[in-house]
């Protein structure tokens, strides 16, 4: 049922905001496990998460690390950050731009990402500088 709703979720948000809702649907579950594949298993991972959504790929990486990851969400849209927070308690969920990420990590204390994830189909940016190491 949850599939459902998010889709319905996902349908409102692209109508109410196009520009910063990159998908009228949620990642499936197989694409969320193929995406999450190479986050490394053991240790205590840093894994960056852009535009989470409603949190297909969030499940797939807690799921995949054992919950053992140093989760950091970035998501622009209030209430999906919201819904995520609610979610995954577990995952450190910050409503903010992932261009902001390198001043995400460092106010965490994070050097650097093991592993940066997104499952936005595209990303339509305004001009402008981004993110260390991320190109929109």
Same mark, same amino acid.
């Given at each position: 049922m949850t599939? %459902?709703?998010?889709t319905g979720r996902f349908v409102r948000?692209?109508? +109410?905001?196009?520009?910063?809702t990159a998908s009228v649907t949620p990642s499936s579950r197989?694409?969320?496990?193929?995406?999450?594949? @190479?986050? $490394?298993t053991t240790g205590?991972?840093?894994v960056v998460e852009l535009g989470p959504g409603t949190g297909a790929f969030t499940r797939a990486i807690q799921e995949h690390t054992g919950g053992r990851a140093r989760h950091l969400a970035v998501e622009l849209n $209030?209430? %999906?950050a919201q819904l995520l927070t609610e979610r995954h308690p577990e995952v450190d969920v910050v409503? @903010?731009?992932a261009r902001d =990420?390198? +001043?995400? =990590?460092?106010? +965490?204390g994070l050097p650097a990402a093991d592993a940066v994830v997104s499952g936005s189909?595209? %990303?339509?940016?305004p001009p402008g500088p981004t993110a260390a190491g991320c190109t929109p």
């Open positions: 599939a %459902w709703v998010d948000e692209f109508v +109410r905001d196009p520009l910063h197989a694409l969320a496990a193929a995406m999450v594949r @190479a986050i $490394p205590s991972p840093v $209030p209430r %999906w409503q @903010a731009d =990420l390198a +001043r995400l =990590l460092a106010d +965490r189909r595209g %990303w339509r940016t």
